[in-house]
C-alpha cells in the first residue's frame, strides 16, 4: 500500500478535472474509478464513461472502470424511498469505491461529487466518513465547490460531452418533465 495513493470515485468528466488537479497538487498518486449504476439510461451512461476516457487520456491519469452496470441493486435501494436516494446512492457508489480502494492497494479514498454546487456535501461527508471508519481506510475530502467552473472550463476546449442532469431517472424527470408539471 503506497502511502499517498487515492482512488477518486468519478461522477463525470466535468467534475473529475479539477479534482484530480488539486489532489494531484496536494501530493498524491491518483487513479480514477467509474461506477455509476445511477446513471439513467444506460446510453447516457456510455456517453459519460467515454468522456471520462477521453478526460483521463488527456490528463494522463489511470482509470478503472468498474465494468458492472447495477442498474437492480440500485433500484432495489431506491424504489419506494426517493426521498432519500441521495443518500442510497452515494452509499452505493462510495461503498464500492472504498472496496476497490483497499482490494487494489490504495491508502485512500475520495469523489468528485465533492466539487457539485448541486451535490449535498454534508451527506456525502457524513457517508464517506462512515465507510472510511467501517472499512479502514481514508476519505480524503475537500470542499471544492467554489471550483466547479474552474473544473468546467478545464474541460471544455476538450469538447466532451456535457450531461444536463444529475444522472439518476428521477433527477432527469425533475430536469425534463418536472418543469412542465
Known sequence: MKDNSVLIHCCCAHCTAYTVDYWRRQGYEITAFWYNPNI????EHQHRLEAMRSL???????????ERYDMIEYFNRVVGHEDRRCRYC???RLEKTAETALKNGFSSFAS?????????????????NTIAEKKGIDF??????????????????????RQQYC???????ERFAGEKQ
Not at 439513467?40 to 446510453?43: D, I, K, L, M, V
Not at 483521463?56 to 468498474?66: D, Q, S
Not at 466539487?115 to 456535501?121: A, D, E, L, R, W
Open 40 to 43: 439513467h439510461p444506460f446510453t
Open 56 to 66: 483521463a487520456k488527456e490528463f494522463k491519469f489511470p482509470l478503472i472502470i468498474n
Open 90 to 92: 452515494f452509499q452505493i
Open 112 to 128: 468528485s461529487l465533492l466539487i457539485s454546487p448541486h451535490q449535498k456535501h454534508d451527506m456525502l461527508l457524513e457517508i464517506g
Open 140 to 161: 480524503l475530502n475537500a470542499d471544492l465547490r467554489k471550483h466547479y467552473s474552474d473544473s468546467r472550463r478545464m474541460t471544455k476546449p476538450l469538447g466532451l460531452y
Open 167 to 173: 444522472g439518476c431517472i428521477y433527477s432527469e424527470w
